[in-house]
């Protein structure tokens, strides 16, 4: 440890201590501003009645001016409460200046007995040391428990190819609570649930009956099974397999395939070694999902040495089954998996787009989640109020319906993006409300983003001039929708 850093401290604490007590006066407090705010509260709960009287005598009013009237009903309410709360605070004040003053006195009695026993010559060298000693052993256990801190992580901790786990046994905490006898357990995840994964009937059922039967291994200790999860990018396959965690009460670890490339040849290897002794010393059982599997487990006869490598690696350290871990793998491309690799898979489940129908759930589901019962602090007026989003009474099943059929080809993920993309929209709007118009034009701009996205391999005109000239590509031949770089 560097002693003059802990000497430096110590004095400083010493200062700050001293100072602290030995205030001879304090400041007067500043006379009291509640009659101001008051008169500007009023002002508001004046001016909102006027507009909830306003709207109130419309016959006909309009989806917008309903919502216009309940916001003003809500923050006409809101200021009435805070005009109560400002008018018994001003009431109460009348005799600020006599109770400052008592105030002011009785602290400048406990700073005096503090002073006259801490602070007279002959206790003011204790005084001293207890002082230094203490910010000394604070500035030394600081040190200390990052060191520690750091040396468990770096022996125990989760290993770099994990960027996100439910493990929590290797913390320091949890290993101080497992000394006393206690245990941490999973905490449950309520967005993890079967109810919030939607599937076509026949591909749930499949994996249901997979979770199941995972369930009832870690259950019975039997070896699991290992699964892969192909098909198009953001069609739920992490979340299965988060959800399978949870549902089977084990741990999980995700695993990215290029993030094995991140390290020098060799330390790649060390590093899958490293996560396999990690999963071991799970207590609950452990599902790795190698997300992009693709990547890392081709086939041996197209990839290069070191891409041979890696597979070896995982061939000679994965069994058919095992009873402390499993491996969950996703994928684009199936096929271009080695054929050892997929020997050592039990299951193999195509996972598909969804249909119309699981569109309509879908939209349902995250209109609930993102928009109904999102509820969160916002700043109104320099101050954080807690708010929530209107949703207008048309954005019902025939509504939701005609946005389904217009989603063809999106995938779980861009429906989830697309309602949020409703919400940040929503929040920016004066009155925070979700109407059929802005729910429509967000779902037109996402159409045209997936569109455009589905040209891009197929229409070279996307790319700037210096990109087309790099690829051999005329302008002439950047129009065609089957350009090919120039002879």
């Not at 491309?333 to 879908?362: C, F, N, T, Y």
């Amino acid at each position: 440890m560097n002693i003059k850093k802990t000497i430096l401290f110590s004095i400083l604490c010493a200062v700050a201590f001293t100072g602290t007590t030995s205030v001879v006066g304090f400041e007067r407090i500043p006379d009291s501003v509640w009659q101001v705010r008051l008169k500007t509260k009023e002002e508001f709960v004046k001016e909102y009645h006027l507009k909830v009287l306003e709207l109130s005598k419309k016959q006909n009013r309009t989806d917008a001016e309903e919502v216009e009237l309940a916001s003003a009903k809500r923050m006409h309410e809101h200021y009435e409460d805070e005009v109560k709360q400002y008018k018994k605070i001003a009431a109460s004040g009348m005799d600020d200046d006599l109770e400052r003053d008592r105030r002011r006195a009785q602290n400048q009695d406990a700073a005096d007995a503090f002073a006259d026993k801490y602070f007279r010559t002959d206790n003011l060298l204790k005084t001293g040391a207890l002082i230094t000693m203490t910010g000394g052993g604070l500035f030394l256990l600081y040190h200390l428990s990052k060191f520690v801190n750091h040396y468990l992580e770096t022996k125990l901790g989760k290993p770099k190819l994990v960027r996100e786990t439910s493990m929590h046994s290797q913390s320091v905490w949890s290993m101080i609570a497992k000394t006393f006898g206690y245990e941490m357990a999973i905490t449950p995840d309520k967005l993890y649930t079967f109810d919030n994964i939607i599937f076509p009937p026949n591909l749930f059922k499949t994996l249901k009956s997979f979770a199941d039967m995972t369930k009832t291994k870690h259950e019975v200790d039997l070896p699991y099974q290992n699964l892969l999860l192909y098909g198009p990018p953001g069609t739920g396959k992490t979340l299965f397999a988060k959800t399978l965690a949870y549902y089977a009460n084990v741990d999980y670890a995700l695993v990215k395939g290029p993030d094995f490339f991140q390290f020098e040849e060799g330390q790649d290897i060390l590093e899958f070694n490293n996560l396999m002794d990690w999963a071991e010393q799970s207590e609950r059982g452990m599902i790795i999902f190698i997300d992009e599997a693709d990547a890392v487990y081709g086939s041996r006869t197209a990839g290069n040495h070191r891409e041979r490598r890696l597979v070896e690696a995982f061939l000679s350290r994965v069994e058919k089954g095992h009873k402390k871990f499993m491996f969950v793998f996703a994928t684009n491309h199936p096929s271009s998996l080695d054929e050892a690799v997929l020997d050592r898979i039990h299951q193999k489940i195509p996972v598909a787009l969804p249909g119309e129908s699981e569109r309509l759930r879908m939209l349902k589901l995250y209109i609930k989640q993102y928009l109904r019962e999102d509820v969160r602090q916002i700043l109104i007026e320099g101050k954080r109020q807690e708010c929530g989003l209107n949703v207008s009474r048309k954005i019902n099943d025939e509504f939701l319906q005609g946005i389904a059929q217009q989603l063809e080809g999106f995938s779980g993920r861009n429906i989830n993006d697309l309602v949020d993309d409703v919400r940040s929209h929503a929040y920016a709007t004066t009155h925070k409300s979700v109407t059929p118009e802005l729910f429509s034009l967000v779902t037109k701009e996402r159409i045209r983003q997936h569109q455009s996205k589905q040209n891009w391999e197929t229409k070279p005109e996307y790319f700037d001039p210096d990109k087309l000239n790099e690829l051999g590509i005329t302008p002439e031949q950047a129009a065609e929708p089957t350009a090919a770089p120039a002879a």
